[in-house]
């Protein structure tokens, strides 16, 4: 399970960690470059104190060369931040629970996630009313004007992302103070909940899903690129060849974003053979058509299912002659036999 935060800052963000931390979930180690014109100090980031000292003492420091290597990255006061994507696939895989805290900058991943994973990923935000925000801001010791007025204007920017896009949201916690009703004890208690009902949820999602998420570990795989117009016709051969026990990755509906863009390419090269579906819907998207192009830069072998007889562009066609083509028919049971006996034995467990 995949919590993602979003508008937590200073001490309600750190008190809604440690809550979800005591409850079980892992932080999403995030890798931090600071950049030249960054307005608080690399040594205020690596010797935090006063403001600094609960929110930055986790974090790791990366060279320039290490933070390119990640496969997000977004922008936050001056620090460039990025992570991997093995924490994310393990909490969406059900291999742990893990909390991902974020902000504003980064609402175009966000997006991607919900797309690609649904309700696998839980977005919730916190939110805090003005005159709370200001007050948590303002007793920091050590925090500059710049920075307080700063710090305002990220939270309003923040209420105002909620507001234009509510419905990307699965849920949001209320905190306004200890003097008040929705205080810290309170807070916990909104976890609390949500974390059931979100629990709940996952069970219906795992009994509903009839084909196991992509394989995402160092032994070879199957690549496989298909239009997702045509997922009801392509799950179910997943499915066959999982529980005959090939490994296998597709990307569930992953479109857009340069970081994604990249982990594709990277999970094309580093595969065994690509699993083409061609069809109608296949020939018309540019991301088959990118991901065919891909592998034939990188010499990737391609196996062709042809769904209905439709063919790409005269380019494509010549490369796809020269690997095996299988015709999708109506025996599933002779089609099963031959896409087995088509695909590597060494993608298998």
């Known amino acids: 399970m995949l919590f993602i935060l979003f508008g937590g800052t200073l001490e309600v963000g750190f008190r809604s ?65 990025g992570f991997n994507q093995h924490q994310i696939m393990d909490a969406i895989h059900g291999v742990n629970d893990c909390i991902l805290t974020i902000g504003a900058s980064a609402i175009e991943f966000i997006e991607q996630l919900k797309k690609a994973y649904g309700d696998y990923v839980t977005l919730i935000n916190l939110f805090v009313d003005d005159h709370c925000y200001e007050k948590l801001i303002e007793a920091q010791p050590g925090i500059t004007e710049t920075e307080c007025i700063a710090r305002i204007l990220a939270g309003k920017k923040m209420q105002k992302i909620y507001l234009d896009d509510f419905q990307l949201f699965d849920e949001m916690v209320v905190y306004t103070g200890e003097d008040t009703v929705f205080n810290y004890h309170a807070l916990e208690s909104q976890f609390e909940q949500i974390i059931k009902r979100r629990k709940k949820m996952e069970l219906v999602l795992n009994k509903q899903k009839y084909v196991q998420l992509p394989y995402v570990g160092p032994e070879p795989y199957i690549f496989v690129s298909y239009s997702h117009k045509n997922r009801d016709q392509v799950y179910p051969v997943l499915g066959m060849l999982q529980r005959n026990g090939f490994r296998i990755w597709y990307d569930e509906g992953i479109t857009g974003g340069q970081n994604w863009r990249l982990m594709l390419k990277d999970r094309i090269k580093s595969s065994e053979c690509i699993l083409l579906f061609s069809s109608k819907d296949a020939v018309k998207s540019t991301a088959v058509t990118i991901e065919i192009t891909t592998a034939n830069n990188f010499e990737v072998p391609i196996i062709c299912v042809s769904m209905d007889g439709a063919r790409f562009d005269e380019t494509i066609e010549d490369e796809l002659s020269r690997d095996q083509k299988l015709i999708y028919g109506t025996d599933f049971g002779v089609f099963e036999s031959k896409v087995i006996e088509a695909l590597p034995d060494n993608c298998r467990l």
């Open 17 to 81: 960690r440690e809550i979800l931390q005591n409850k079980g979930f892992d932080v999403i180690r995030k890798y931090n470059l600071i950049v030249d014109d960054s307005p608080i100090s690399a040594n205020q980031y690596k010797n935090p104190e006063g403001v600094y000292k609960d929110w930055f003492n986790d974090k790791v420091y990366v060279t320039g060369e290490e933070y390119r290597k990640c496969d997000f990255k977004y922008g936050l006061n001056g620090v460039a931040v």
